[in-house]
């Protein structure tokens, strides 16, 4: 059964101040943009006249976390906090995931993939009775928590590199490098059905982890050259002089993973909606 609370909010906000947030605001709607690329026929042209306002929604949860305590936990899962990789030993379930640690430990370590599964049964249940408005903007919400599992620092325990004298990594990889380097997403592939959503995500919660390591191997070597003071300032949410120098070095390292990451958060997006819309038995769009 599931337990979550599912808020489907819009929420207006005047953003002050940066916070370590899945991707950023605008790399979130180009992600959610690009996801609908992956589907086509009648939902695809749906996904399509809507892309607008479900795109912009996309970045909505990092708002939520401003107004809302209990959002934080929502956006990533520390799968080394919980079991050693590849976290077989982790209940699917959320209720046993609960009985095995505790509420408090299971908040601690983050909730992301039963958040997606909560989405993925809401739309569902709006796809059946119709509701096509609301049914946009979970599938927004839904879109960012799927991103969010995409960003290997969402993964792990040392989200920051604060574990190995890389503060500030997670800000530089999944903003400041995307915005520089980054021209076009692509889904890498068409949407595909998805049958089991804690189950795929705990697949993108794999594929993260593994590569994670590369992001802090590329940031030691980015930085390197840089005094002690350049090297702290890296953890902050500043434009800094030598910046350029550092993201490309931290690029030539990890494009690949950068890139990969990017597009199949897109595709995963796109079979997620896309699997909601069949599970809920394939309605007529009106």
């Given at each position: 059964?599931?337990?979550?609370?599912?808020?489907?909010?819009?929420?207006?906000?005047?953003?002050?101040?940066?916070?370590?947030?899945?991707?950023?605001?605008?790399?979130?709607?180009?992600?959610?943009?690009?996801?609908?690329?992956?589907?086509?026929?009648?939902?695809?042209?749906?996904?399509?006249?809507?892309?607008?306002?479900?795109?912009?929604?996309?970045?909505?949860?990092?708002?939520?976390?401003?107004?809302?305590?209990?959002?934080?936990?929502?956006?990533?899962?520390?799968?080394?906090?919980?079991?050693?990789?590849?976290?077989?030993?982790?209940?699917?379930?959320?209720?046993?995931?609960?009985?095995?640690?505790?509420?408090?430990?299971?908040?601690?370590?983050?909730?992301?993939?039963?958040?997606?599964?909560?989405?993925?049964?809401?739309?569902?249940?709006?796809?059946?009775?119709?509701?096509?408005?609301?049914?946009?903007?979970?599938?927004?919400?839904?879109?960012?928590?799927?991103?969010?599992?995409?960003?290997?620092?969402?993964?792990?325990?040392?989200?920051?590199?604060?574990?190995?004298?890389?503060?500030?990594?997670?800000?530089?990889?999944?903003?400041?490098?995307?915005?520089?380097?980054?021209?076009e997403?692509?889904?890498?592939?068409?949407?595909?059905?998805?049958?089991?959503?804690?189950?795929?995500?705990?697949?993108?919660?794999?594929?993260?982890?593994?590569?994670?390591?590369?992001?802090?191997?590329?940031?030691?070597?980015?930085?390197a050259?840089?005094?002690?003071?350049?090297?702290?300032?890296?953890?902050t949410?500043?434009?800094?002089?030598?910046?350029?120098?550092?993201?490309?070095?931290?690029y030539?390292e990890?494009?690949?993973?950068?890139?990969?990451?990017?597009?199949?958060?897109?595709?995963?997006?796109?079979?997620?909606?896309?699997?909601?819309?069949?599970?809920?038995g394939?309605?007529?769009?009106?």
């Amino acid at each position: 059964m599931r337990r979550l609370a599912v808020h489907i909010i819009i929420v207006q906000i005047l953003l002050i101040g940066n916070q370590l947030f899945g991707w950023g605001y605008d790399e979130h709607r180009r992600i959610s943009r690009a996801a609908v690329q992956a589907v086509s026929g009648e939902f695809g042209d749906f996904l399509q006249n809507n892309v607008d306002v479900l795109s912009y929604n996309s970045a909505n949860p990092d708002f939520w976390r401003k107004v809302d305590p209990d959002e934080l936990p929502r956006h990533f899962l520390d799968a080394d906090l919980y079991d050693e990789y590849p976290f077989d030993r982790i209940p699917r379930d959320y209720d046993e995931l609960n009985a095995k640690y505790g509420a408090d430990v299971v908040v601690q370590n983050g909730i992301a993939p039963w958040v997606v599964e909560d989405y993925y049964f809401k739309t569902i249940d709006l796809f059946k009775n119709k509701k096509w408005n609301e049914s946009i903007h979970a599938m927004s919400a839904m879109s960012h928590y799927i991103a969010d599992l995409h960003m290997p620092l969402h993964t792990c325990a040392n989200y920051n590199g604060q574990l190995t004298g890389n503060e500030g990594i997670h800000f530089r990889w999944e903003k400041s490098l995307v915005e520089g380097y980054v021209n076009e997403i692509i889904p890498n592939g068409s949407a595909e059905y998805i049958a089991d959503p804690v189950e795929m995500s705990f697949t993108i919660v794999k594929e993260s982890f593994a590569v994670y390591p590369e992001l802090l191997k590329a940031d030691t070597k980015a930085r390197a050259p840089l005094t002690e003071a350049q090297a702290d300032s890296l953890n902050t949410y500043e434009k800094l002089t030598f910046e350029d120098e550092y993201l490309s070095v931290l690029y030539d390292e990890t494009s690949e993973i950068l890139h990969e990451r990017l597009n199949s958060a897109a595709q995963r997006i796109a079979s997620f909606w896309y699997s909601c819309w069949i599970k809920a038995g394939s309605p007529e769009i009106q």
